[in-house]
């Protein structure tokens, strides 16, 4: 029995659905009128947002059109993107088309349903990416006019995931939060309210270039990696979290980044690993969620071998190796992933931790227990114990 | 043992720096004025090329100086960059400085040099790209002024590579060509040409769009895949040739690129799988050179997993899996990659190619036999062959 019954699965990357009321409850009350709000769309939408016509040309999808509900934050709309809640639907319904709430299995934005259809799949413990202010908190950053609300805004996403989402379980649901990435001060701040609130995590881009901040590389984050240091939080970089699509070009189906996205946390493990940042922060944790881990063993041979190759003539830490940091700091997460978990020595089995990503399309609900247990035939059970449940209790201080 | 003698050794990727002779000789003598030339540089040259400037840039080397030997074409400067010849020198002596033809390893240039070095090295026989007019020849594309002098080059430096270079050792030494990239029609009548000189591949760009030419998606490319199908060519492409570099922004050191290498391969990988190319020409080959093997089987299980998932909304073949047409069509190739090694049969062994990378910096030479017995340690005696010989006579018809 490669999964036993005493084995508790933790999902360290989940996602839940903003239920509409999060900013409209949560934030003071003179920023409410322009924070973020669901409305039912009157009309077909022929100014998307630039963010909401990129989301549905990426998926063919079909746009604003009546009877949608929609977010409006500062007065641009935004979709719901059906591909992000297909939890429950049979594959051949999915695409990206903008949808209801009713559309969307109940679980998807209210905690209480989540606890039971984590109880359906045999999930005990679970960690949720934000969804409308995207997986990092990208959109407060890039598409806000008026940065006090768009600060407010964050702290309101994290008040509601703490003391709301995450409440309803305090046991089982991670608090991951999100912070204001414009201002590294407010940052700082804000992680550490949050911190003393009880997140376990916080969310940063993968790379933070393609936003308009600096590079990893520069001292400006060393504020906020030293105050995640000293909070012990996890610093979660989810894939596609820089907003960059990891296709070769344009004229290709969609199906080209989604197979490729992969790539962008092969990106983020190599930048920080040849950066400055982990020799002076020599207890921070990273996580590369969703990122995979079949690739990891490949990335990391590589690096290593340039390193050794190439390091005379550059710029580099001399002494650590690459593979010897990302043992020491780095995270790899899985949803499924055959080749990883037959390499899961090259990887470390301490440095890999199951995800269940409910409710989008890769997710295993509802079968997660016997897809584990598939998956990880022939592993021994210590080290089952340790991907699905013990790797995450320990990472995220549960 | 797991590398027996009588296996002999095959590398598919291998680079040969041209002599300077190439162009002078084999160019019709009206175009020899403006063609490839190797000069003496007696000053600091100022105005580098675009392609002199950024390929300095990347290696954080000094440019040309007084005293190098560089290559002029059509008045362009280009240096020969250090780290494309450091075969035989000791680690802590690479740069990308600027070289003369003196500094390298005579075997980089010289056939007959060469095949000594290969006796050396225990290796059989050699498939070489070119290095001044880039590993797919991309460089007649992009920076000539003269087209009609471009087709000049092209097939001078085909002339060049069969009968001179290869024609030393027939036997051993592979023919690869290089095609006039910006017309489809000279294209095939290039290729035919080669075909009938004795031509076993011709070199192709990772992904044609970075260079201002029509994705792989498109009908552009089809008389050159039913030609390439038809005289039973190898398409070649090797990593980097987009001219892209993969890494996920510019403020890092360069090793970074160096690291993820890899991506642009996994890129091209993805791009032809998930296009029309392979079912409009099911006897097609593809070779990823240097591409390294050990991301297949992750990238693999992920394009078929998505494929799977989002296919039904998507324009795309519904009924091949991804890794099926891989298995007919594409080729790994690696230099050193225990993770590759390790997931073989997920790969398929007889979809596997070893390279020497001679004369790169990162070439086996001159210990290759030992390098590919250590890394075939626990491999079965049939599938070492397969991998470093038999599929290479199999693909290239050898």
């Known amino acids: 029995m490669p999964l036993q019954d005493h084995m508790k699965l933790v999902s360290v990357d989940d996602h839940l659905i903003e239920p509409p009321h999060v900013w409209q409850h949560y934030l003071p009350e003179r920023f409410r009128a322009r924070g973020p709000k669901v409305v039912e769309a009157t009309a077909k939408a022929d100014s998307l947002s630039a963010v909401g016509k990129s989301a549905a040309a990426t998926f063919s999808a079909r746009g604003i059109e009546a009877g949608d ?199 983020c493990a190599v930048d920080l690993l040849l950066s400055p940042v982990f020799n002076k922060h020599p207890r921070l944790r990273v996580a590369l969620s969703e990122g995979g881990i079949g690739w990891m063993p490949y990335i990391l041979e590589r690096t290593d071998h340039m390193w050794s190759n190439h390091k005379h003539y550059q710029d580099i830490d001399q002494d650590n190796a690459p593979s010897e940091l990302f043992r020491r700091h780095m995270f790899g997460c899985f949803i499924e992933d055959e080749a990883g978990v037959a390499l899961r020595h090259s990887i470390g089995v301490d440095q890999i931790m199951w995800e269940c990503d409910y409710p989008h399309s890769d997710t295993t609900w509802p079968n997660s227990r016997a897809n584990v247990a598939q998956q990880m035939k022939g592993v021994p059970d210590d080290e089952v114990h340790r991907i699905v449940e013990l790797n995450a209790r320990r990472v995220f201080n549960l």
Chains 1, 2 share one sequence.
């Open 69 to 267: 509900q929609i977010w409006v934050y500062e007065d641009r709309p935004y979709p719901n993107i059906g591909l992000n809640a297909v939890v429950g639907k049979p594959k051949e319904k999915w695409n990206g088309d903008p949808m209801r709430f009713d559309d969307m299995r109940r679980g998807c934005w209210d905690p209480v349903e989540r606890i039971k259809d984590m109880d359906t799949d045999g999930v005990w413990g679970s960690l949720c990416f934000p969804n409308f202010p995207r997986f990092a908190g990208t959109l407060f950053l890039t598409d806000s006019e008026d940065k006090q609300l768009a600060l407010a805004c964050v702290r309101a996403y994290n008040d509601f995931v703490i003391d709301e989402w995450c409440a309803t379980a305090p046991d089982r649901l991670i608090p991951l939060a999100i912070l204001p990435l414009w201002d590294v001060a407010l940052m700082v701040e804000e992680l550490t309210r949050v911190a003393a609130k009880g997140a376990r995590a916080v969310a940063l881009p993968e790379n933070p270039v393609p936003l308009g901040l600096p590079s990893y590389h520069r001292s400006h984050w060393e504020p906020v990696f030293a105050a995640a240091q000293h909070h012990d939080l996890v610093l979660a970089m989810h894939f596609g979290t820089s907003g960059v699509l990891p296709s070769p070009h344009d004229d290709g189906p969609p199906l080209m980044w989604l197979a490729l996205l992969g790539v962008n946390a092969m990106q």
